[in-house]
């Protein structure tokens, strides 16, 4: 039989939208994968580029922990290709979340979250502010953090989002089930894993951090933890080992729409 394009044009925006959540809501009925929606672009402008290898660098520390499992430290991480993600389906949902999260907010919520981070989280706290960076929603505790993964994970996340269901399988999960992110590049680099080329990649992803658990235990009791979060209706647990022992924090979500892919940092380990 021969196949025949029908082209439909909506009257509206609203009336696109509406025709956008039917179509992926009878594919994900089918457990189809929904690419319709991802556009990425390269960012080749030099200036552009320079300011995520500022960004890079200044969220680098030199330490070592146990899921470098023994590996070398490099000295630094050079950037070889930026790409900007934009996933409609993935975006939308952040921001449903994102809007949720700020009414589930009190004002002594967001005091009480932003007295933990502080100081806050680093990459937020460079000398000379990044321009080239979205503007973030404070009412959210909204923040950018890292994600290291595997070239295979990369293509994953910003086609479909993090899968839970693999959270923690890269270097353990010492606070329980979710998704790790980290302020420094450094600590996400352990996670990552290099392509034929040698080139690793990390994800920098707005993440909407609301109402923090905080825990500067060594070994922390992950049950217990976990009840404590559902308890207290934290959003985030943040893992503190920079307190607890010198070297970095990490941040645990449950709720994979509760970040959103929106940079590939494509880099290269330099040692």
Not at 26 to 46: C, E, K, N, V, Y
Not at 123 to 146: H, K, S
Request: proline share 3%; aromatic share 8%; net charge neutral.
């Amino acid at each position: 039989s021969r196949l025949k394009r029908l082209e439909l044009q909506a009257v509206s925006d609203s009336e696109a939208g509406d025709w956008f959540d039917a179509v992926e809501a009878s594919l994900r009925s089918m457990s189809m994968p929904i690419r319709f929606s991802l556009h990425t672009t390269d960012i080749f402008q030099p200036t552009v580029l320079q300011e995520f290898q500022r960004l890079v660098d200044h969220c680098f520390i030199s330490k070592y922990t146990r899921d470098r499992k023994g590996g070398t430290i490099p000295k630094s991480l050079q950037l070889v290709r930026v790409v900007r993600v934009q996933n409609s389906t993935l975006l939308r949902e952040y921001h449903a979340r994102r809007d949720q999260i700020i009414d589930d907010l009190s004002d002594d919520d967001c005091r009480k979250s932003k007295e933990i981070l502080t100081p806050d989280v680093r990459t937020g706290v460079l000398n000379q502010p990044l321009t080239v960076l979205p503007q973030l929603e404070d009412d959210a505790i909204e923040r950018w953090v890292f994600h290291g993964t595997t070239p295979e994970g990369l293509e994953g996340i910003t086609t479909a989002s993090f899968d839970l269901k693999r959270a923690g399988t890269a270097a353990g999960s010492l606070y329980g089930a979710g998704i790790y992110c980290a302020g420094c590049s450094s600590k996400a680099d352990e996670y990552t894993r290099e392509d034929k080329n040698g080139i690793r990649g990390l994800l920098l992803c707005r993440a909407s951090l609301g109402k923090i658990l905080c825990t500067c235990e060594l070994n922390p009791n992950n049950a217990k933890l976990q009840n404590e979060k559902e308890t207290r209706k934290c959003h985030t647990i943040l893992g503190d080992r920079w307190r607890a022992a010198g070297t970095f924090r990490e941040f645990v979500f449950s709720d994979n729409s509760q970040l959103y892919p929106e940079f590939i940092l494509y880099y290269q380990r330099v040692y």
